[in-house]
């Protein structure tokens, strides 16, 4: 069965204290590896697509990198605005399916 | 512009009653989802829809049934509401065969059931 996990949970980051969150993924044929950003009351917004291990892609603080079983997201020197839930989502080879993972929720304190 | 806005934002009502939740995306994209995102924010696909298919999850009850009068709109409608159905539904969009599936996502509808 195709499953997507995340680590951690949650995590509490002091302003400028940099971290990495993890998405781990077992599917077969990935077709691409997803990074979205959910506020509280809101959607899921997109942040990233990784297709290929090795593939690495950056936006601001944010880094996200590709292997074979997981993907992780590096967060460098965040400030309070990047405290969200951040979801990973691996797309399935058959139809349009995309399997999320649970979600880290990042808080990042002043 | 919202790209893809659903309402309403929120739905409280009675076990046993029918109701719908509206969805419109103005991105011109070919495909919209159904997505359930329950208590422990696990975002699971409902439906898959675009003008040649509809792929439905088989975990879904045939409760819930999705409508959709164009391209851009898919509704869904949720016929005698259990207990078990409150959750956040999300109404999202994309676009094929731009080698980049991204979804674009709704605000969410918060549904409880009484």
């Known amino acids: 069965e195709d499953q997507v996990t995340q680590s951690p949970e949650a995590l509490r980051l002091q302003e400028g204290e940099s971290s990495s969150l993890n998405c781990s993924y077992t599917?077969?044929?990935?077709?691409?590896l997803f990074w979205y950003r959910q506020d509280p009351g809101k959607g899921p917004e997109f942040l990233f697509t990784l297709y290929s291990a090795g593939e690495e892609k950056e936006k601001e603080r944010l880094k996200a990198t590709l292997t074979k079983k997981e993907s992780f997201l590096h967060i460098t020197a965040p400030k309070p605005e990047d405290s969200a839930t951040y979801l990973c989502?691996?797309?399935?080879?058959?139809?349009?399916?995309?399997?999320f993972g649970p979600g880290t929720r990042l808080s990042v304190l002043p | 512009d919202t790209a893809v806005s659903q309402t309403p934002k929120y739905l409280v009502t009675q076990m046993g009653n029918d109701k719908s939740i509206k969805c419109e995306q103005n991105l011109g994209h070919d495909t919209m989802y159904w997505y359930k995102q329950d208590s422990k924010k696990f975002l699971k696909i409902m439906f898959s829809?675009?003008?040649?298919?509809?792929?439905i999850n088989e975990t879904v009850p045939n409760r819930f049934s999705p409508k959709s009068p164009d391209k851009a709109h898919l509704n869904l409608h949720i016929n005698s509401l259990e207990l078990g159905d409150s959750a956040v539904y999300f109404c999202?969009?994309?676009?094929?065969?731009?080698?980049?599936?991204?979804?674009?996502f709704g605000s969410g509808t918060q549904l409880s059931v009484l």
């Open positions: 599917v077969s044929g990935l077709r691409g």
């Open positions: 999202a969009s994309s676009q094929e065969g731009q080698g980049d599936e991204k979804l674009f």
């Open positions: 989502a691996a797309a399935t080879p058959y139809g349009q399916n995309f399997v």
């Open positions: 829809y675009n003008n040649k298919e509809l792929i």
